[in-house]
Every structure is written in structure tokens, then in C-alpha cells.
């Protein structure tokens, strides 16, 4: 457990993604994140389906917030969550305050990259739509260019993932 946190500071530091462990029962192990990254949504900890020992899911919440999530196995099961989310622990009230989050197409690689890291195999990555009433960050218009070709490169990248309701116990996907 020793190197595998030692691997993921360093993923951390070079990434500047937000990552996080959790046990088998989801309490938080460690967490490499920056001060103002808030804890990870148990709401989603909860929806995490399909997670076997070297297995990755990538998860998309909105348009501006996605996980991705590897499975382990030391002598009981662990998960490691990469989140990137725009908000800040303080962007609740009055006033924004966001920071740059990635695109969904560089947390897909940060992923494979963390798992051929892990296993020094490739993986084929299952990619769900959480549909929900409430999502953890807020719509915003997109303002910048930037962000707009960032959100169509996403759109595509969108399109290949499964949806699926984390409100009720129905379980639906798109071909």
C-alpha cells in the first residue's frame, strides 16, 4: 500500500487532478488533493456500478465534472477515484469561485495512463452518464472559445458512454 500511495502523490503532483482512496465499506483511505477540492459526493461513491479488482470506470456527471474510478484488490477491495471538478470547497452562497477543471478526454487518459502504472496493462474503459435531478456543480454558460471547443470535444467523447439513473434503483443504458 506503501508504493501504491507513493505512486499516486506523484500522480498527483504532475496531474493536478484531485485523487482519492476508498476502502471496501467507501471510507476515505487517503486523498491527494488541493486544499480547496471538496470531498468526493458520497451520492457518487454510492452509484459506482461494475467495479471489479483491475477494472476502470469513467463516470460522467455533467457537462463540467467527471470521474474515473480503478478498481483494486490487496486483501479486501479498494477504490481509487480521479475527479475532475470545477468547484471549490468555497463556491457555495453568494459568489463563484471555480478553478480550470480537465476535459473529459484528458481524464480518460490520465486514466489509462494510472492503470498501465498499476497493472503494466491496457485497459478498454466502460463509460457511464449519471442522469440525476441534482448534480454537485452548478450550469454555467460557457463564456471563453476555449471552453466551448473543450465542451464539443467532450460532447464526442460523451456520446460512447452508457446512461444510467442514480435516483431510483432503475438501471438503464443507451446502445
Not at 482512496?21 to 458520497?42: C, G, M, Q, V
Not at 478553478?99 to 466502460?126: A, M, N
Request: aromatic letters at 14%; a negative charge; proline letters at 3%.
Amino acid at each position: 500500500m506503501e508504493n501504491l500511495l507513493k505512486l499516486l502523490q506523484n500522480f498527483f503532483y504532475a496531474s493536478s487532478t484531485p485523487v482519492f482512496i476508498f476502502n471496501h465499506d467507501n471510507k476515505e483511505i487517503a486523498r491527494f488533493t488541493s486544499i480547496l477540492t471538496p470531498n468526493f459526493p458520497k451520492k457518487y461513491l454510492d452509484s459506482i456500478i461494475d467495479l471489479t479488482a483491475q477494472n476502470a470506470n469513467l463516470y460522467v456527471v455533467s457537462e463540467n465534472e467527471y470521474f474515473s474510478v480503478i478498481g483494486m484488490d490487496f486483501s479486501k477491495p479498494v477504490k481509487i477515484i480521479i475527479w475532475s471538478n470545477i468547484r471549490t470547497i468555497r463556491s457555495t452562497g453568494f459568489y463563484e469561485d471555480t478553478f480550470p477543471g480537465i476535459s473529459l478526454k484528458k481524464l480518460r487518459s490520465l486514466t489509462y495512463l494510472l492503470y498501465y502504472s498499476l497493472f503494466q496493462t491496457q485497459t478498454e474503459l466502460q463509460c457511464y452518464e449519471m442522469i440525476s435531478d441534482t448534480v454537485f456543480t452548478s450550469s454555467t454558460e460557457i463564456e471563453s472559445p476555449l471552453e466551448t471547443t473543450r465542451s464539443e470535444l467532450d460532447f464526442q467523447t460523451r456520446l460512447s458512454c452508457r446512461k444510467y439513473d442514480v435516483i431510483g434503483d432503475n438501471s438503464w443504458q443507451f446502445g
